[in-house]
Structure formats: structure tokens, C-alpha cells
């Protein structure tokens, strides 16, 4: 859409690397593997290896999150039942019990420290998500030029 002049900015879960198309990234986080606070997992000794036997609340296929999730998790939540689910419906369902996620830190930051949500350990090297704002490159409306530019300076202080 961007490329064929549908839209005039995007936003993306992965870095945006397209000839013609102008991108920087917005902010970094980690991905981290939740669940609620009275999950069984939570008293887990080595969560990771008993996610088999739990409900994984899977990011919908082919987005950059659900790609970011599977490879930390590795082999761990293979044969888990798996419930895909819309972004906007992950944090509500792990809020009520109903499985474990891998989210991105920055999503579910206010709900880990409120209690709300729990970070279990994953063993591994740690996965980094980056969110990126693309436009394509050459003349802008000055609405456009003006959101960019408020962009630019968000990112830059992040």
C-alpha cells in the first residue's frame, strides 16, 4: 500500500527495508514470555520446559511478532494447543488465566509492573523486536513532512 501510494506512512512490527522507501526505527524491545500471575507456569521451576502442557496464545500468523515469538520459544511450546489470536485480544486473555504468551516488553509493561502480568524466565538469547515508521522517499504534503518530523524527534528520544 505504501509503495503504490494507498497510504503515505506506515507503521511495522520489523524493520522496513524496501528500495524507494524512506524508514526508521521508532523503538526496540524485548520479547518476553507472560502469563498471569496465578498461571500454573508462574510456579513453575522451569516454565519453558512445561509449556507443552498449557494453552499458547499465539500472535497471528506471519506478522513480525508471531515470527519474534516462535523463535524465542524455539521447540518449547511444541505440542501446546495454540489459540491465534488478534493483537488487541493477547493481553485480555492472558489477564483471565487462558494461556502463556511471548509479547513485546513494551506492550505489556504497565500490566508487569501493576502485578497484572508475569515475565517468565526463557532460556536462550534474548530476541528484540524493532517497530519502524516507513514512508515512501521524494515530495510529501506538508502534513506528511509535519507528522515525519514530529516522528523523527519521538524516535530520537526513545
Partial sequence: MLQDGEVDIIFAGS?????????MVMERTEMVLVAAPGHPLTSSREPA???RDYRHLEHERGTATQLLAAQLLGEYAEGAET???????????????????????????????????????CPGPPVLQAFTAARREGVH??????????????AAGA
Avoid: N, S, Y
Fill in 15 to 23: 524493520r522496513v527495508e524496501t528500495p524507494g522507501v524512506e524508514a
Fill in 49 to 51: 520446559k512445561d509449556l
Fill in 83 to 121: 489459540v491465534e489470536l488478534e493483537e488487541g485480544a493477547l493481553v485480555p486473555a492472558l489477564k483471565a488465566g487462558l494461556g502463556f504468551a511471548v509479547m513485546p516488553r513494551a506492550l505489556v509493561e504497565i500490566d508487569l509492573v501493576a502485578g497484572r502480568l508475569t515475565a517468565l524466565p
Fill in 141 to 154: 504534503t506538508p502534513a506528511v513532512e509535519l507528522l515525519w518530523q514530529h516522528l523523527r524527534e519521538v
